[in-house]
């Protein structure tokens, strides 16, 4: 949906990023173009075994007939080919750590779950992210029944302020902290007002024909939720971001009773996070950080400076609770990470005395053996407080000696370079350094094979379908599935956009599906700041083009009638070379350029057109051939 708004202003500080968990968040792919399928050119079903020929949208239906809106009618056989299908659609987060979106559709009804954001790659240059691309919706709005939030992570929910006002406003369900962070976000985007209801993971919504609830589930932030859809055609479950964990931080355990439960009654298809599949074993319980954290806590002789993600609130609980407990006052430093405390404190997940948490100015008033700092920018970060810190440009805060750092998250791989150099300079002023490779001091929020496993052993689905993670990241989701005896065409392994087909097999009564190899627009859509969906991918190369190699402005005066050129070239640089130091360069061009427009036809008028594609296509060759550069070039023609 292209030029939406209301333009938000760019966020006060872009620190909080989703947190890997302890994930390799491998960078995203390169943008892929996906073209939608014209209408009555669908090729056969790859999965499929029945052949059909008429549209899944039509309102035909071959076996029964099915009500819309006045709740689930589950004893009619649904329509088999031929007639209405529940469609399954991931419109983000299939190819990409990020910007996780799914659509369920069925007739007039349409729910969705999450609407995240993606950081952008490095060849992205002035993008601030990339949100999921809504053209499906456009003219379907009145469809829209609800969006379903699983947990409060920007990859998650942090494209809703540009997409909910353009979607026709849906509401946003969301448990207490996501819906405490959603709205905070939202202060952000005063024009874009926004619905958001609390719900618990006991509630149960009708949204249309789809019957909605949930399971408790662990992650790194509290109040994750995996989302149950009751559909005409089966029961769809989405497990969100999650882990089991045994021993959570301020949770109960994933209630493994209401999954076996869900289980019990019959999944037709399970979506699965993928971002930890593939590796062995089960994921490390977040309270066994928190002994470990102890431990360092105990023994710092001075100050303890942590740096963390600032929406894995159960890590920044654990540290805030055990300085508590050790009489340590305790700082907070970070846009992000003063919000989330505030709203995790609101909300009673947090509980500490608020005499134990003083302003950072104050930091200097206690011993050292009695301060603990809390801040982000624990990936080096270049204005993030931990890098301010080390590098001595934080107004109060400078590192000692006796100083214990400890980096408590994960490196999102592209990252290494300026963690190990912040690292080193943390080294450099002989700060005692603890990063997780040598200390159990992080636990991701993802669950790894053995619990992929056991989900898969409690919900007994028809059909598995990897999400959440590069698409090498889903193939070893489907191992684990395949592992278990799952069927490789009973395990889909999608891409972003494509369309996911369930019906009623009217002999059984039972839900079948099929991948169909159709898609819908799932290109990037790009928020820079000052607007959404209005720069491309021209606009990116340009950006590309700019930074790499500077840009040449040659202004040129010509005679109307002849198209002679007037006078000499004016040429202007910028980010190319230093135009003092390199004065022959510039007249060298200045003659290609002259010898470029000498053989205009002086019988015809100037073609302006005519002369910028000359200046560019010679002085472009002309350059490269003298610097291996090539500079943008921007021809100007003034006609006298
Ligand atoms: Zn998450």
């Known amino acids: 949906m292209g030029n939406f708004k209301p333009r938000g202003p760019r966020p006060p500080n872009s620190n909080n990023r989703p947190p890997s968990g302890g994930a390799p968040h491998p960078a995203g792919p390169r943008p892929a173009s996906v073209t939608p399928r014209p209408a009555g050119s669908r090729p056969p079903y790859r999965g499929g075994n029945q052949a059909r020929s008429s549209n899944p949208m039509s309102n035909r239906s071959a076996a029964g007939t099915l009500k819309t809106h006045e709740g689930l009618v589950s004893e009619q056989t649904f329509a088999g080919p031929g007639g209405e299908h529940v469609r399954v659609i991931v419109l983000g987060g299939l190819e990409e750590v990020g910007r996780n979106c799914t659509l369920i559709e069925y007739k007039n009804d349409i729910i969705i779950i999450d609407l995240g954001l993606q950081f952008p790659d490095e060849d992205m240059p002035g993008v601030d992210y990339i949100i999921p691309n809504m053209a499906y919706l456009k003219g379907k709005e009145k469809n829209v029944r609800g969006v379903v939030i699983t ?28 819906a405490g962070i959603i709205n905070k976000r939202q202060t952000d985007y005063p024009g874009s ?21 949930f399971f408790h589930i662990n992650h790194n932030i509290p109040d994750s939720a995996g989302i149950v859809v009751e559909t005409p055609a089966g029961t769809i479950c989405h497990t969100g971001d999650w882990k089991f964990d045994y021993h959570p931080v301020g949770a109960p355990p994933a209630d493994l009773h209401k999954i076996a439960q869900v289980g019990m009654n019959g999944v037709m298809l399970l979506m699965g996070d993928s971002t930890n599949a593939g590796q062995p074993g089960q994921q490390t319980s977040e309270s066994v950080i928190g002994e470990e954290l102890r431990t360092i806590l105990e023994k710092a002789k001075g100050r303890v400076i942590v740096g963390t993600f600032a929406s894995l609130l159960s890590r920044v609980k654990q540290l805030m609770e055990i300085s508590e407990s050790l009489g340590r006052k305790i700082a907070l430093e970070g846009y992000s990470m003063k919000t989330n405390v505030e709203i995790a404190r609101e909300l009673g997940f947090i509980n500490i005395n608020p005499k134990s948490i003083i302003p950072i100015e104050k930091v200097g008033d206690y011993a050292p053996n009695k301060v603990t700092i809390i801040c982000t920018g624990a990936q080096g970060e270049q204005r993030a407080a931990m890098s301010r810190i080390a590098n001595d440009e934080h107004r109060f805060i400078h590192v000692e000696r006796d100083d214990t750092i400890i980096f408590s998250s994960s490196v999102i791989p592209g990252n290494e370079n300026t963690v190990q150099r912040l690292k080193d300079v943390l080294y450099r002023k002989r700060a005692r350094v603890i990063h997780k490779d040598m200390m159990d001091i992080h636990a991701g929020g993802h669950a790894k094979k053995e619990d992929v496993k056991l989900m898969l052993s409690l919900f007994k689905p028809k059909y598995y379908m990897p999400i959440e993670g590069n698409h090498f990241l889903l193939r070893e989701n489907a191992e684990v599935a395949y592992s278990m005896g799952w069927k490789e065409e009973d395990v889909f392994v999608a891409d972003n956009g494509q369309i996911i087909e369930f019906w009623k097999d009217a002999a059984t009564g039972l839900g079948v599906g099929a991948m169909t190899p159709e898609k819908i627009p799932s290109d990037y859509v790009f928020v820079d700041g000052l607007g959404v969906g209005d720069i491309s991918q021209v606009v990116l190369r340009d950006r590309q083009a700019l930074a790499e190699d500077g840009m040449i402005v040659v202004i040129t005066q010509v005679e109307k009638q002849t198209g002679r050129l007037v006078g000499e070239p004016d040429i202007v640089t910028r980010g190319f070379i230093h135009t003092k130091e390199n004065k022959e360069l510039i007249v060298e061009a200045g003659l290609a350029i002259r010898k470029a427009l000498m053989d205009i036809d002086p019988a015809s008028m100037a073609d302006p057109n005519g002369i910028k594609d000359k200046v560019r296509e010679e002085l472009g060759k002309f350059i490269f051939v003298k610097t291996q550069r090539r500079p943008m070039i921007l021809p100007v023609v003034i006609e006298v």
Not at 152 to 172: M, R, S, T
């Open 151 to 178: 947990h409060g992570h920007y990859d998650h929910i942090g494209a809703i302020p540009h997409i909910i006002p353009a979607i026709g406003n849906p509401i946003v369900y969301a448990l207490p902290i996501a």
């Open 193 to 213: 007002k926004i619905v958001v209801k609390n719900i618990t993971v006991q509630s149960e919504l009708q949204l249309g024909i789809f019957k909605v609830h």
